[in-house]
């Protein structure tokens, strides 16, 4: 029997600027919603209880979410919107906390040399009045000249609140926290290809290891449930060979690894560079130089915080209690770092090189499920769809669903378990599918969670 989720093309009408005659339609039309399932591999009764919710549009005037049961006898259930005018886009709001190194900004901003500048600017405008047209010149700066530390500013998002913070209280707050001093052999190479006197490129390079410049990259997290941020900090230096080497982390108070503090929620831009911190900075999970934070993540329900460690002898998954801030596991989960992390309420789904790995979480214990080679889903599956940005997974009873899009007019579900790959099928519209064109995006990928899945209860 076929089974679907989508709309006709008759609807398409509005596109045309026939807004009256298309409504008549719509109205007649509109829950008439049909979906075609393609068995790729499998059978497609183990898909049976999977509850897939999706939103579908067309040309940002009309709208269905539909909800669809594999296996179900009842037809798709479509709530359904019609607007006589465009819809904006849907932007999920993301919350985050970026450190930023204020010198490598510093450098990047500074190509309008028609002002007075001073510092690292200065001498960049100077190597450009002393370089002559259609040729090269280099320049050499000790950064002690001009810095005692390896500066950062903050880029926070929360609570509708978007600031980059370059000065005040809580900038001094970091600074003073994450300090990396420079040291007197720490310089940076200026080279400079001059086309013509207005025209010029620009590019930065470290001689050595030892006497390098510094830079400094972060990834933030935010713990909403508890208003608490969590970041990481990799400070490193890049050697003619593009070689990275690690720079010391024995000024930031225990050293290198996951810092945290808690935030005030409901400032504004302006506030936040004054009140924002709402207690001290710390380092919650000190780790070894040598290991590295790949992914940072929170549980399904956010009371968890999921660090992921590439370490000399594997990956791992060390688990923190956001509320006591103290570690409760540390699970090895295979040799190599890690392609990318999807957390859901029912599991996490780890992308290792060469296997896809389970981990499910118990009465607030993780324990690994299963790890199976992406060859065995590569055989007869999509692993494209294994890295598709709009996925959705849930877990039951040993087997793992993933769906994602796998093209303007279907979606793709697999089914996984310790074996590999049990099944995968395609979903499709079959009235709109061969129609592609403006307009066309029955699968919303420009909404929020286009794609959701459950297993029915």
Partial sequence: MKKTVAVTLALTLLLCGAAGVAAI???????????????????????????????????????????????????????????????????????????????????????????????????????????????????????????????????????????????GPVWEAFNRFLRVPVKDTDYIVFHMNKLREDAFGIRTQSVDAEGAFCSLTSAGLVAPLFNRCFFTLRIWNEDENSSETRKDYGSIPGGYGVYSFPYNTGLSAEEAASGFLAGDIENVLPLAEDAEVSFMDLNGDGTKLMVYTAEPDGFYLTVLDIETLRQTQKLRIGDDDAYNVRTDPDAAVILLPDALAVITETNGVFTPEFTVPTLSIALHGNTVMLYETDVDL?????????AAPCGYDRFGLMIIDKTGLVYYGVYENGVIAGHEGPGFNPLDALAKDPIRIRWEK
Avoid at 394 to 402: E, P, S, V
């Fill in 25 to 167: 339609k719509i109205n007649a039309l509109r829950d008439k919603v049909e979906i075609t399932q393609h068995t790729e591999y499998g059978d497609k009764t183990t898909a049976d209880g999977i509850e897939m919710h999706m939103k579908t549009q067309i040309g940002r005037r009309l709208f269905w979410e539909t909800a669809y049961t594999a296996g179900a006898e009842e037809a798709p259930r479509t709530a359904y919107e019609y607007h006589s005018e465009d819809v904006p886009m849907e932007y999920d709001e993301v919350e985050y906390i970026s450190i930023q190194d204020r010198i490598s900004g510093d450098i990047a901003a500074y190509y309008d040399f028609t002002e007075d500048l001073t510092g690292l600017a200065k001498e960049l405008k100077t190597l450009a009045e002393e370089t002559p047209a259609d040729a090269e010149g280099t320049r050499t700066v000790s950064l002690k000249e001009y810095y005692d530390q390896y500066e950062v500013n903050i880029d926070i998002s929360l609570n509708g609140m978007h600031t980059t913070l370059t000065e």
């Fill in 394 to 402: 849930a877990f039951r009873d040993g087997k793992l669903a993933w």
